[in-house]
């Protein structure tokens, strides 16, 4: 938050020169002050000059990207005179349209995403030891746990991916801007505001790519920790009792592969509430004799067929090594 | 002073012939070389010709298509060198240099006849004139036909003798990285690329950039990047 607005204040600084190419073309760099400038005509004659000051006017206004396409009109006619003004004027406003880009970018994304990964790297451990266990109540949780992380991997990791994106296109933006003030100063080795600015620009896209690097590496674990956590959720899932099975769970793909960008639907919430309380489901479960099974299943079946039933001592689920169904 | 341009020419035959050499053995690199340094003693369109032929044979399309367009501006009628011209142009896919119609007519003849011709018949024009009257002869009217013809050619000849002089502003792409560029600079934004071989036409010069025109729009490009049908 502290890098967005270092950065957002940037235009601030540069804006001082923005004025000066306002009105005299080749009179870029004379710091003119707000109260002095005056307003340049709306394009009558599609000559440099005319481009110039239309888009010296929308940068005015933060019309960037009409100010660029006019400023880069002003310089495809090639006169010499309006040029070097064309692009330091065009530098900022690229500046602009990364400051733009980069508010765009999710705030805190690195920070959550190193949070996501402690808390899955947390909810794996608690997984493999439920696995280790076999106590059913402990897989349950255990994956309950993993559920709720998995989503905040996916979140951290969407959040990450968003940002990337943002610091690529602001990266861009800025690197143009930083070109278009070196050229300035290669069109005008006096021009010592370009020189400037470019050393402004430079030291931006320095942080930015810090910034990026930073993303980069809390990035990294994401990934793999998605990966090992969805295996021991698939694993909990195949040992966890289908009766003990929290609601929601047995959706298979959907519940695997994530929900990105899915707001849940007032069907799924209830679903989520049913699993909250899925201990009372589960000892209503424990309840059911192998007798009362085997009665139940008499019943179901159509030809009266007794079905091979266990009727010894109920096994406990935890006991059990294999599926149940 | 014979013994010397006798020397010279000797030098440049042996370069040339090493050239040759090299290039029946397979060896482009050592006969471009070669023929280059043939060059450096002798201008001639056969030896452009094969440099063109090694230059393509070691993947240096810009450089081939570029020694060709001189052999042909040196030597026209040199079928070699237009038909290595059009093989390479369709093979690299660029597109031919736009000519304008003084432009295609000095052409037809190598640069250096039309001014040969235009200095030529105006000088005959002018001595038909004015001969006779210092020498006291009578005049006769063949010396006003010839004089009337020989202007004729020397006025003709002043269109194709201004292609030459414009011609020699077109230029060939000869470096795989050049670009297009929207301003004289190092950092300048990128308009197009441009494929080697690619004829483009110098209006101005700034610094080390020049100012192009291509089929595909204008724009500046760097002086190193392409080379001229007419080196300066």
Not at chain 1, 53 to 67: C, E, I, Q, V, Y
Request: hydrophobic fraction near 45%; charged fraction near 20%; glycine fraction near 8%.
């Amino acid at each position: 938050m502290k890098f967005f607005r270092k950065f957002f204040t940037m235009p601030l600084i540069l804006s001082a020169g923005i004025f000066a190419g306002g009105v005299a073309p080749g009179e870029t760099n004379t710091a003119v002050t707000a109260d002095n400038f005056i307003l340049p005509p709306p394009v009558t004659v599609e000559t440099a000059r005319g481009f110039y000051n239309a888009g010296t006017d929308k940068l005015r206004a933060g019309k960037w990207d009409d100010a660029e396409t006019l400023l880069e009109s002003a310089l495809a006619k090639q006169d010499e005179r309006v040029q070097p003004a064309a692009v330091f004027n065009l530098g900022h406003v690229r500046f602009a349209q990364g400051v733009d880009e980069l508010k765009k970018s999710p705030p805190g994304a690195a920070p959550q995403s190193r949070a996501a990964t402690a808390d899955g790297a947390g909810a794996i451990q608690q997984a493999t030891a439920a696995l280790a266990g076999n106590d059913v109540q402990q897989m349950v949780d255990a994956y309950l746990a993993g559920r709720g992380v998995r989503k905040e991997l996916r979140a951290a990791a969407k959040a990450v991916r968003r940002a990337m994106e943002q610091h690529g296109k602001t990266l861009i933006k800025w690197r143009r801007s930083l070109d278009d003030f070196k050229s300035v100063a290669e069109l005008n080795p006096a021009d010592t505001n370009a020189v400037h600015n470019a050393e402004v620009v430079e030291q931006a896209i320095a942080k930015l790519v810090d910034s990026l690097r930073e993303l980069q590496q809390s990035a990294a674990p994401l990934g793999g920790k998605q990966s090992q956590l969805n295996e021991l959720l698939q694993k909990l899932k195949g040992k966890i009792p289908a009766p003990n099975m929290p609601p929601g769970a047995s959706g298979g793909k959907d519940d695997e592969e994530g929900d990105d960008g899915k707001l849940p639907t007032p069907e799924s919430l209830t679903g989520q509430e049913e699993a909250d309380k899925s201990g009372n489901g589960q000892e209503m479960t424990l309840k059911i004799s192998a007798e009362q099974a085997g009665q139940l299943m008499n019943s179901i079946q159509p030809d009266g067929k007794q079905l091979p039933m266990g009727q010894g001592e109920p096994g406990q689920p935890k006991n059990r090594s294999g599926r149940i169904w | 002073m014979l013994a010397v341009t006798q020397y010279i020419f000797a030098a440049g035959e042996t370069r040339f012939q090493t050239g040759v050499a090299a290039y029946a053995a397979g060896q482009f690199e050592p006969a471009a070389q070669a023929f280059t340094d043939a060059l450096a003693e002798q201008t001639a369109p056969g030896t452009l010709v094969n440099l063109g032929l090694a230059d393509w044979r070691c993947g240096r399309t810009g450089e081939a298509l570029l020694v060709w367009q001189q052999a042909a501006w040196l030597d026209p009628f040199n079928r070699a060198a237009r038909e290595n011209l059009v093989y390479a142009r369709d093979a690299a896919a660029v597109n031919l240099p736009e000519l304008t119609w003084f432009e295609e007519a000095s052409t037809w003849l190598p640069a250096n006849w039309w001014t040969w011709l235009a200095g030529v018949s105006l000088w005959l024009a002018v001595a038909l004139v004015t001969v006779p009257g210092f020498l006291r002869w009578r005049k006769a009217g063949w010396h006003q036909t010839v004089a009337a013809l020989a202007l004729g050619v020397f006025l003709a000849s002043l269109a194709p003798a201004a292609g030459i002089f414009t011609r020699s502003k077109i230029a060939i792409v000869t470096d795989k990285n050049a670009a297009l560029r929207l301003t004289p600079t190092q950092a300048a934004e990128v308009i197009a690329a441009l494929p080697l071989g690619e004829p483009l036409r110098e209006l101005r010069s700034r610094g080390n950039y020049l100012f192009v025109r291509t089929q595909n729009g204008s724009g500046w490009v760097e002086r190193k990047q392409v080379g001229f049908l007419c080196p300066k």
